[in-house]
Structure formats: C-alpha cells, structure tokens
C-alpha cells in the first residue's frame, strides 16, 4: 500500500507485469522446447513461494480479535462462503458445463476470497481497514476448511480427486509455507525488533506474491503453450461469468449492505471483500490437485488478471457513491 493509502507503483503495475508474464511465456513456449520439461517443478516452487509471500504479510495474531465484530462477520462469511459461491456455481453451470476442466477452474476462483490486497482497494475506498484486519485470517481459515466442500458439492462428479492428493496439496502449499512465515516473522522481530519489521518488511510480502506468481505464469504459459492455443476459444468463454461475476457480487453487496443498515466503511469493506479473490491460494489448490491438467490453472490466472483492473473502477464507484451513501451514516 503506497503512503497515502493507494497503490504502490509496483502495486499498481500488477496487472501488466501478470500480463507481461503470460504473453512472454506464450511466445518462449515454442521457441525453447525444453522448457516444458521444467516448467512443472519451476511453477510448483513458484507457488510454494507465492503462498509464504500472502502468509508474510498475514496478520494470523488476528483471529481473537476478530469475534468482537461478531454481526458484521456473520454478514461477510455469509457472503463470500454462501451467496458467493452459490452465485459462482449458477454462473459456471450456465456458461461453462461443456467444458468441465476450465469449469472446475472457475469454481476455485469464486470460492477463495481474498486474504490479502483487497484490503489496499478497501482503504482507498475510505472503508474500515481495522475491521478487514481482522476479518482476514478468519476468511483464510474457514476458505482452506471449506474447498474440499465446494469440490464435492459442485466438481465431485465432473472432475474426481483423491482425498491424499488434497491432504498432500494441504500440506506443501499452507502449512508448510505458513509455518516458515511464523519462523521468519519470529526470527526478524527477535534480531532487527519489531519497528524495523513493520518500516523495512510493509512491501515485502506483495513483492514476493507479484514476483513468484509472475514466475509461475511465465512457466504455466511456456510449459503449456500448445494446449492453450487448441482451447483458446474455450478458454475465452471464462471471461463473461468472470465479469458477470463481478458485477452480481458488487451488486449484492450494495444491497446487502442498504438492507442490514451497514455503515458506508462497512459497506465498503464488504464490496471489496466480496469481488477480491484469493487466486494464489486457488492456483496453489489446483495445482497441488491436478498438476496434469493446465487448462484449469489458466482459467485461474484469467481471473487474476481481469481482477485488479474490475477492482480499481469499484473503488472509484464507491468514492462516487460515498456522500449518498443511505446506511447508518457515514
């Protein structure tokens, strides 16, 4: 978060340098050959990588805390573990039931909320960043709990899975990458204090996610490039319930929030938290699950770069929208 509680420049230039990453990747893929030997083991640690960044810059000190907001956490887990994911599957089984694999992709998408840059777009927005603090480790927690859930419910019969593949998938890309952030966090506190921490380390986590998720992009695209250019137009269809998804869900949370009389900073929070995603936890998932199955990883990383740019335009329709805001005043 840049100091006037925007986006940084590197922030800022995420959705370019993800672009970027694939575009590179899809014009290496057929030049270099040998790079498809490679690419699944570069995108594994890329991941692995990706997900100590988010545990980083994760405030796990937060659950406690967190209970003290008990209606208005009810309201957001309701959202984003009920509706949203209900609005998701509607929106999969209409556009995407011919193709079960980018099918299956959009399902992780819709049903991993955020844990970590929605709160930049919350601030930016004027909405209560304290209070998303202590939401996030919460939604974290429940998500990770949920998705083998979600997989049953709405992939179970389309795409199956073995339960060890998920316990191991559990194991290398949250537990392990989360205990290490502990250790390192503990580690730093202990030798520099905990001020330096939070004035040097505020950027590092976003660096490590932008940076290891391009990687893994880069790979993806490389290692993939054939099958990806055969499914192009499939592939396409992703971006229509992407965005329709994206609109239902600010809608809903305008109204929602209208209904259940939230605060504007409420509402704010609420919008935010409900159209962010958290694409690295879903990527790490699918491809802890189905590493042999690129085309439900792409349908992901589509999302992830349709994402940042819907988020940008929904902070300024919030900011519009703040003087006229009808909830329990501002």
């Known amino acids: 978060m840049g100091e006037e509680g925007g986006l940084s420049k590197f922030e800022s230039s995420q959705p370019m340098i993800l672009i970027a990453a694939m575009l590179f990747g899809l014009l290496i893929g057929p030049v270099f050959s040998g790079i498809a030997s490679i690419s699944n083991s570069v995108v594994y640690f890329s991941l692995v990588g990706l997900m100590f960044g988010i545990a980083l810059g994760t405030p796990l000190g937060s659950v406690a805390k967190s209970f003290a907001r008990l209606r208005f956490f009810g309201i957001a887990w309701s959202v984003n ?8 599957f509607l929106l999969a089984s209409i556009f995407l039931s011919e193709t079960p694999l980018i099918f299956l992709g959009f399902i992780l998408y819709v049903v991993t909320p955020c844990t970590d840059w929605f709160l930049v777009f919350t601030g930016m927005a004027k909405g209560d960043v304290p209070l998303g603090l202590a939401l996030l480790p919460t939604q974290l927690v429940l998500q990770i709990l949920l998705i083998p859930v979600y997989l049953l419910l709405f992939t179970g019969e389309i795409v199956p899975f073995q339960l060890s593949a998920l316990i191991e998938t559990v194991i290398i890309f949250i537990i392990l990458p989360f205990t290490l952030s502990i250790l390192t966090n503990r580690a730093i506190i202990r030798t520099k204090g905990a001020e330096w921490k939070e004035k040097r380390m505020k950027n590092v986590p976003i660096s490590i996610q932008t940076i290891a998720l391009a990687l893994a992009i880069f790979f993806m695209f490389a290692g993939q490039t054939q099958v990806i250019i055969d499914n192009v137009g499939p592939l396409s269809v992703v971006l229509l319930p992407v965005l329709i998804f994206f609109a239902i869900s600010y809608v809903l949370s305008h109204y929602i929030s209208r209904w259940l009389r939230l605060r504007y900073e409420e509402c704010a929070l609420l919008t935010c938290t409900s159209i962010a995603r958290n694409s690295p936890l879903a ?5 802890g699950l189905f590493p042999n199955l690129p085309l439900v990883q792409v349908a992901i990383i589509i999302g992830v770069i349709v994402e940042l ?14 003087p006229t805001y009808c909830g329990r005043g501002l």
């Open 81 to 88: 573990f009920i509706i949203v994911p209900l609005v998701g």
């Open 283 to 287: 990527l790490a998932i699918a491809f």
């Open 309 to 322: 740019p819907v988020l940008v335009l929904v902070v300024k329709a919030l900011n519009k929208g703040r």
